[in-house]
Nanobody, 117 residues
Framework: QVQLVESGGGLVQAGGSLRLSCAAS????????MGWFRQAPGKEREFVAA????????YYADSVKGRFTISRDNAKNTVYLQMNSLKPEDTAVYYC??????????WGQGTQVTVSS
């Protein structure tokens, strides 16, 4: 069982920045990949970014490439999402998830990000 707790969401003006954190329980955090997803009102959940177990490989949705950066600190069992140049269309609930095999399995409760124009 893995528990994930996101934090760092809030209200920010367009062009601003936020850093989301996702703290994971358990002793095997450093052995699996992690991802960030988001879901806007009335829309399906979408992939935002992912990072492999070591942090050596990262992946981004085209919509956030060049603005968002995913990173992890395995000593702190935490994955981060640095979000710069935020746009109103980035408004959503952001979720982190573990990817211990072929699919994402454990999910956090989400943190709200609201970008005002």
């Amino acid at each position: 069982q893995v528990q994930l707790v996101e934090s760092g969401g809030g209200l920010v003006q367009a062009g601003g920045s936020l850093r989301l954190s996702c703290a994971a329980s358990g002793r095997t955090f450093s052995s699996y990949a992690m991802g960030w997803f988001r879901q806007a009102p009335g829309k399906e959940r979408e992939f935002v970014a992912a990072i492999n177990w070591s942090g050596g490989s990262t992946y981004y949705a085209d919509s956030v490439k060049g603005r968002f950066t995913i990173s992890r600190d395995n000593a702190k069992n935490t994955v981060y999402l640095q979000m710069n140049s935020l746009k109103p269309e980035d408004t959503a609930v952001y979720y982190c998830a573990t990817k211990r095999s072929q699919s994402y399995d454990y999910w956090g409760q989400g943190t709200q990000v609201t970008v005002s124009s």
